[in-house]
């Protein structure tokens, strides 16, 4: 299986930049998933990332190195909304292909 | 387009009582995923139909929870008894395609919003 390590909590600063990281073991590893989830609601899909390097959509980055094993999840300029959970999620060739998910990383924004 | 639903939003039982949780995936999408996930612990896989067949239900805890899905279209998570240890949020989930055929984006899994289940 996978173990998957993520901060419980962070705090940051309104228009300020967060870096959110996600550490993983696995054998066979097929892909790395960055869920953003609101008190409440569904995790709702963020980014994905299967090759080394960073991959960049608005406001939020995703960068994956296959062979340390880690990834981190980039918010820039921070609104209120983005207050959430941050769950990093790992495929494994050797489980099925089902995502793992981490505990998830609850980001408090504050003004 | 509707998204992923689930229901009941919430349930409340007693244990030895028996509960049934919906899913409706998006429409079209022959891939569904239940996963559940008790306080303070992480998101767990529970099992995966493709249409109507089980693809996968390594993550079913025990005998105690059934899952159909006849047609193909919506599916539903019985539980019975339930337990105290049942208690958590079930979500449901669905993609186009099956994860780690294609191994690039868009294969995603969109999920519901989860049932939150209580068992007293």
């Known amino acids: 299986g996978q173990n998957i390590d993520q901060p419980t909590e962070m705090t940051a600063t309104e228009g300020a930049i967060v870096q959110i990281n996600c550490t993983y073991q696995?054998?066979?590893?097929?892909?790395l998933f960055w869920y953003q989830q609101h008190a409440g609601e569904a995790p709702t899909f963020l980014s994905y990332?299967?090759?080394?390097g960073l991959e960049e959509k608005g406001r939020f980055s995703s960068f994956l190195s296959r062979s340390k094993g880690y990834s981190y999840l980039l918010l820039k300029e921070l609104q209120m909304k983005d207050s959430a959970s941050y769950l990093c999620?790992?495929?494994?060739?050797?489980?099925?292909?089902?995502?793992?998910f981490g505990r998830g990383t609850s980001l408090i924004v504050h003004p | 387009e509707a998204g992923v639903t689930q229901f009941p939003s919430h349930s409340v039982i007693e244990k030895g009582q028996t509960v049934t949780l919906r899913c409706d995936p998006i429409?079209?999408?022959?891939?569904l995923y239940w996963y559940r996930r008790v306080m303070g612990k992480e998101i767990k896989f529970l099992l995966h139909?493709?249409?109507?067949?089980?693809?996968?239900e390594s993550g079913m805890p025990n005998n105690r929870f059934l899952a159909e899905r006849t047609g193909g279209t919506y599916s539903t998570l019985k539980v019975q008894p339930a337990e105290l240890e049942d208690s958590g949020v079930y979500f449901c989930?669905?993609?186009?395609?099956?994860?780690?055929?294609?191994?690039?984006?868009?294969?995603?899994?969109?999920f519901g919003p989860g049932t939150r289940l209580t068992v007293l």
């Open positions: 989930a669905s993609s186009q395609d099956f994860l780690g055929t294609s191994g690039m984006s868009g294969d995603e899994q969109f």
């Open positions: 696995t054998s066979g590893f097929n892909g």
């Open positions: 990332n299967v090759l080394d």
């Open positions: 999620a790992v495929r494994d060739r050797g489980g099925s292909y089902i995502p793992t």
């Open positions: 429409s079209g999408h022959d891939n």
């Open positions: 139909f493709v249409k109507e067949s089980k693809q996968d």
